[in-house]
């Protein structure tokens, strides 16, 4: 696993997505970086990072996840590497699980670069109330979120390895950061799966009426629906290379 890792880092070594990604991963602290200044929206770290784990987790990280995923599953087929990589001795199961786990990994770099870049740009706009403590709590938060994040896109994987180009990615994490946007505060906003994990993060789910186990299952559900769609169509169908 470790080395097939360190196989796809040299592959980002080649392409300019993961720098994209970064600055991805900044946009929403210098945006509220931004709105400190202009408009005085922030007036402590505590909110500061409140607001950008929401930006990043109910809205940029939607569209910026479906990128990266399209990127990982479906560069194999259009630079057509899919073929030699099956040579080596690792099943099409394994493939797809390490593909996931470089995914995480991903995900995991980004949650970092955003937290730290808060902090910068906090202590730039001259805000009060940093601790430690409090990093590491919305630190959590944002990570926890991420996680969850990550576990329901798993049909964007399926698409990915369906539809091998990424406009369908860009489309569809357009369409949900929409529909986030639209249904965030909504009653029925704990059963949408790409809000759900900023709510369970921020302990926003308990102003719904609906349990937070639900938006678990919810999240669960996608995730397996996904995972064995996407796990079957990888290994049983022929490769078109």
């Given at each position: 696993m470790l080395t097939f890792i360190e196989m796809e880092f040299l592959k980002l070594k080649r392409s300019k997505i993961f720098l994209l990604s970064l600055i991805g991963a900044i946009l929403p602290p210098l945006l509220m970086f931004i709105a400190v200044l202009s408009f005085d929206e922030a007036q402590s770290f505590d909110k500061l990072f409140a607001n950008v784990n929401m930006y990043m987790s109910a809205v940029f990280g939607v569209l910026l996840f479906a990128i990266i995923i399209s990127y990982l599953f479906g560069r194999e087929y259009n630079e057509h590497t899919l073929k030699t990589m099956l040579t080596i001795p690792i099943s099409r199961s394994k493939f797809l699980i390490n593909k996931y786990i470089m995914f995480l990994i991903w995900i995991l770099i980004l949650t970092v670069v955003t937290s730290i870049s808060t902090?910068?740009?906090?202590?730039?706009?001259?805000?009060?109330?940093?601790?430690i403590n409090l990093f590491i709590s919305r630190f959590g938060e944002l990570l926890y979120s991420n996680i969850l994040l990550f576990l329901t896109f798993s049909p964007f994987v399926f698409v990915s390895l369906f539809i091998t180009n990424m406009v369908p990615a860009m489309i569809g994490g357009a369409t949900l950061t929409l529909v986030n946007l639209m249904v965030y505060g909504q009653n029925w906003a704990s059963f949408v799966p790409w809000i759900s994990p900023y709510l369970i993060a921020s302990g926003e789910i308990a102003k719904y009426s609906t349990s937070p186990m639900t938006s678990y299952c919810v999240i669960l559900v996608t995730f397996v629906t996904g995972f064995i769609i996407s796990h079957i169509y990888f290994t049983k169908t022929d490769l078109k290379i």
């Open positions: 902090v910068i740009f906090g202590v730039i706009a001259g805000l009060d109330g940093f601790s």
